[in-house]
């Protein structure tokens, strides 16, 4: 009998640190790594946001502990990578 591998989460790049899972709403992530307060979020290779608390391996990323760098007038200027 063959067995059945079921994907839960989909990282694109070596340095995501973050992967978008399958089973819960659109847009929602899985941390890969133990992420600190304060470190960039990275989604498909790219700065998508900050996380706002420790995020440990395994858990849930999404808006309740990442801040979106999108459209952050106050970051202009300083180096800022676009959010997803």
Do not use: C, W
């Not at 659109?26 to 946001?49: C, R, S």
């Not at 996380?51 to 502990?65: E, S």
């Amino acid at each position: 009998m063959q067995s059945k591998i079921r994907i839960e989460a989909i990282a694109l790049r070596e340095a995501d640190n973050v992967a978008t899972a399958l089973r819960i709403p659109f847009g929602h992530k899985l941390a890969l790594i133990d992420i600190p307060q304060g470190a960039n979020i990275v989604k498909y290779g790219e700065v998508m946001g900050r996380a706002t608390q420790v995020i440990p391996a395994g858990t849930h990323a999404h808006i309740h502990n990442i801040e979106s760098l999108r459209g952050r007038g106050d970051l202009e200027g300083k180096g800022a990578s676009h959010g997803v």
